[in-house]
């Protein structure tokens, strides 16, 4: 696919904003041409609007070049990117099997850009005949969550590269839960599909959701047009060097993972001995979909006795259901001694 047809064409003309960062890239001993405060302190300059020792760092762990890699504050600021670049208002559509992650929808309304949903199956997985017959000359967007929020589950391997292989515009996959199953994800595929985005980030299974990094990984093609459009210092100097930081703590992550799922299947047992409790669903994520008597009353319940969940009882498919994040086993503890006093 040829990336830059797709792009707008006010995107593909614009020039960018070069920074004094951009403009001089050696070192020196007196900088004048930022206009910054001469000051020393921690802060007073600006940060390396490229995240170079960021990106090595998140290149060496995920196995992929950095020209694949964009980073953006939280994983919101991509998707925000993505229809940027690539969606004109009132003219492009979009393509959102239902139901996922919310931001999608907020970005494509924020930008003017038609929203086409499509149901996902019943046991939450793509619909693709349907997919297929809804997109137009003027679809440019597919998004696929996978492991899906609000159900857990992956979404078939099989069924989005179906997808990648048809449709014609980017396949954006976002992996945000993606190291909470043993499923490799889509960012090896990266190399052999141009219209393929992956998005991941620190928020979950690394525990940085304060630190707001997201990552989007693509062709270098996609990854230049991300650049072109982003504010120029979009990730501050302390975020970027704390998760440089973060990131050497492999071990640490992994261990935080591994007793994450360990605690969600011992929720997931649990859970499905109370009465209340008509179904939990399967789960590859850090939380759980769970089918429950009166889920709007528990909702309540729940929160007078200071334990909050989602309520996702309204969203389509997950009628009675609430989306609960596993915690830490005397967090998942308290919830079910409250459920089961409840029960
Ligand atoms: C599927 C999905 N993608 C992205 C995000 C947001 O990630 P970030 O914190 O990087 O903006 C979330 C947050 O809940 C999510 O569920």
Redesign the pocket.
Known sequence: MDITKLVRPNISKLKPYSSARDDFKGSASVYLDANENPYPSDFNRYPDPHQQKLKTKIAAIKNIPAENIFVGN???EPIDLLFRAFCEPGVDNVLIPEPT?G?YTVSANINNIAIRNISLTPDFDLDVDAISKTWDKNTKLLFL?SPN?PSGNLLSEEKIIQLLNTFPGLVIV?E??IDFTKQPGFLSKIKDYSNLVV?Q???KAWGL?SL???MCFAQPEIIQVLNKIKPPYNISGINQQLAEQALKEVTRKEKNVQEIIAQREWLKTELKQLSSVRQVFPSEANFLLVKIDQAREKYQQLIQTGVVVRDRSSVILCQDCLRITVGTPSENQQLLKTLKKLD
Request: charged fraction near 15%; aromatic fraction near 12%; proline fraction near 0%.
């Open positions: 939280g994983s919101d992650y931001m969550c929020n976002d945000a839960y998005l980030t620190l928020s959701a707001r990094i997201g």
